[in-house]
């Protein structure tokens, strides 16, 4: 004995296609905006104009050396970065991504390292660990709205009083 299914009409496909469409594009978009991050930590030390293309203006980040919250606690949390590190190494991957409508969870892994000088290579403070985001679909496009780093190992010298 065989077993039909009922037949779909080209609407419901076409409707279903418009779905995972939208399901896929929102995935590479929030893939692209936690590489976004990463990426503007490493080369756009110089100025903070980045962070609004990034996170939300009320965006709360945790970190094992403190909690940052808005732009005027990104900033402070920058300046820190810029006075404490002269270059840095970032690499996140093994995202997982739930998008519920507007609203996204993202888990992630991430590795750094911290150089103190440039002249010093050898000098370095390296991390790894993972992170869980909460992501809202904006007027600009997906932004980070809150951002807790789970740290699982490091290396090297942590920065004074910031472990």
């Known amino acids: ?7 779909t009409t080209l609407h419901d ?13 929102d995935r590479v978009a929030l893939t692209e905006l936690c590489d976004r991050y990463v990426r503007h930590l ?4 110089a100025s903070d104009a980045w962070l609004g293309s990034v996170f939300t203006e009320d965006a709360h980040l945790t970190f094992p050396m403190g909690e940052f919250r808005g732009m005027e606690g990104l900033t402070a949390f920058q300046k820190m970065a810029r006075t404490t590190f002269e270059r840095t190494h ?4 093994n995202y997982d991504i739930r998008v519920d409508g507007d609203r996204a969870l993202i888990g992630a892994h991430l ?4 150089v103190r000088r440039r002249e010093e290579p050898n000098s370095h403070f ?3 660990g993972h ?9 600009d ?3 980070i709205r809150t951002f807790t780093f789970d740290l699982v190992w490091n290396a090297g010298d942590p920065p004074a009083g910031k472990m």
């Open 1 to 7: 004995m065989t077993t039909t299914t009922p037949a």
């Open 13 to 25: 496909d076409i409707q279903a296609l418009t779905l995972q469409l939208r399901e896929l594009t």
């Open 42 to 45: 490493d080369k756009d030390r």
């Open 90 to 93: 970032h690499i996140s991957s």
């Open 111 to 114: 590795m750094a390292v911290h």
């Open 126 to 128: 390296t991390i790894g």
């Open 131 to 139: 992170y869980d985001a909460e992501a809202v679909r904006t007027q």
């Open 141 to 143: 496009g997906w932004r």
